[in-house]
């Protein structure tokens, strides 16, 4: 028998344990092991039931993410089910931790289920771009009901046993599992139990649907999850679990199970799995660096981001100071924080009690001396580099000494702040994206001088309260938002050259984007951008080129400043967020085009796309090749959980390199700066690009400093 797995006999009952750390997913040498233990247990007349349990900290988190791709290797989990669903005794499986996936699949060919308090079950399959393979879309509507298994699988939510997952479990089992599983079997045995399964049970939930009850799911499906390929595949099979026998269901759920395993958006989801656990290493930080544990925070500023940050913090269990400079400005802040906490009640997302409790912890201050018992003070306030010194020199003193300083600014230099704290190895940048307490986002910006210390507290700081870190190096903008430059300023070229602003924005969205550069220009505010543009001119750090913002500098001059004037790019109806096209926009835009130069032509929806993705990627390359960026994966985990790129296209350099290719990149680069010019170097292809098209190399494996 294969290591990973282990038969034990206990009066009469076979235990098989599987212990293959760290999730115990179902790896070739586990299904090995368990086929082996299953059958020579089944044949075993000395054993009247089997307990099948898992060691570590979780029942089997799932088939191996990292086998699929790879050559099928014998046994398959298929045969293993079947050996289970066959044994001819009472299997039971003891369920701990998380039971996800094919290993949740696995429980439900066993003849019952027993688990630990607190344990949760589901088939996150989709979030890879699969389904549910190995039965599970026809297995979990027969022990949840057909509304309640179509939900869980399209959303891949984990469910407890206690409660939704009820259905799924015989027992929910105190004290030792394994233990009690045995005692459990023994005792039903005792009162005669026999083997059962699944597939023979009935669907709750199928008897009466309404004709055309699966269209509307489906209409809804598309609605909520354009462009996606398995929600779709997901309720053609739990369709066919609704209208057909169990064997034709699985006929079905299979072929669906390999067209989705054959998608270029599981490949991009499944890449975005392990770049998000990837991105929380960082090669020159020692595994063994010490953390701190951060108990309090003090957050300075209560506006819009400081609140957010405030409410992440308190939602995790963490003890807050929100810090403003008057008591009025620390009330208005805290009156929204209630707001939103309120409405998160009244949408039955959060109860009363545990909203109040988190409101509770946060507890308002009007002075900066209310740092001093913070063991991480994080500065949210207006993007001022003078301001922000201004106030890191009065953390230097007034904070203690062990504590660490962060600065949530998005542009500013962090090596300047953190000089003006008399300590800058204590400092580092924690870039939120708003809303702070929903964006996972959370850039990790590594000073000159950050300690390892530091930066690895923070980045255990970052998976405790539910964020997905990615270290930044300091350099303008960081990752995302130097990125976001050579998209916002194309958008608005095209918008002089004669494109309508619905049209770049409806490509953006049609791609996959939330929001098009344009409407969310209206959204964060025009002038905002435009304070920002005209620092950046006065610091020599803007090309002379006059067409560069020239639109949204004049929408400012008019005090058409986006969604909160009711006029920007777009025009908003009174108390409305629907961006509508605005004529006058238009001859305005028609107008500076005159002025400036600029003839104006259609531009057709490649180029939209192009000219605003392209410059963007092309920046990431630079990011990556100057260190900034730790790997390319990096990249794609920012713009996914920061900026709303599509997961299922893998986050903007997977896109690039699987969907595109980086030859073609080249090539439109060369072109664009053909066509459009290049005198302000717009359009230049990173050298890295250059380079890895000439050599072959991939972008994937490619590591800063490495050649
Ligand atoms: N296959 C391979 N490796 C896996 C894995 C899996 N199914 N699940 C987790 N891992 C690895 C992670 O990559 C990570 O590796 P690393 O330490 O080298 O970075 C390690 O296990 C620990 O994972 P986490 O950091 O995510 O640990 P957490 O404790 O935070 O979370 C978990 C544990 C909830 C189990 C989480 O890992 C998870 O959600 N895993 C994926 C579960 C899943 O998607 N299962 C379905 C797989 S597809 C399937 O089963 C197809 C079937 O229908 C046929």
Redesign the pocket.
Known sequence: MSDPVRLEHCHGIAVITVDHP??N???QPVRAGLLEAVQTAARDQAVSGIVLACAG??FI????????GRPHAEPS?ARVLDALEHAGKPVVAALH??A????L?LAMCCSHRVAAPGTRV????V??G?????G?TQRLPRLLGLDAALEAILT?R?LKVEDEAAGVVDAVLEGELTEAAVAWLQGQLAEGLTPRRVRELGVPGAEALPSGHFDAVRAQVVREAPGQVAPLQIVACLEAAATLPFEQGMNVERER?AECMRSPQSRALQHL??A???A??VPDLPRETPTRVIRRVAVIGAGTMGGGIAMCFANAGREVTLIDTSESAVRRGLDVIEGNYRRSVSRGRLDEATAMARLARITPADQLAAVSEADLVIEAVYEDLVLKQRIFAELGERARPDAILATNTSTLDVDAIAAASGAPERVIGLHFFSPANVMRLLEIVRGRETADEVLATCLRLA?EIGKVGVVSGVCYGFIGNRMLEGYGREAGLMLLEGAAAERIDGVITDFGLPMGPLAMGDLAGIDVGARVRAERRGAGMLPADPRYGAVHDRLADLGRLGQKTGRGVYRYAEGSRRAQPDPEVTALIASLAEDLGVGQREIDDKEILERCLFPLVNEGLRILEEGIALRASDIDVVWVYGYGFPAWRGGPLHWIEEAVGLPYLLERLRLYATLLGNEYGYWTPAPLLERLVAEGGRLADYRPGSR
């Open positions: 760290p999730v997913a179902l790896s900290r979780t988190a799932g088939a191996d993410i990292t086998e699929f989990l931790g998380t996800l996936g094919g290993g699949e589901g088939l996150p399959e979030k890879l699969l389904l549910p393979g190995a599970g891949g984990m199970f799995f392990f998000e656990r990837e929380a290493k998976r």
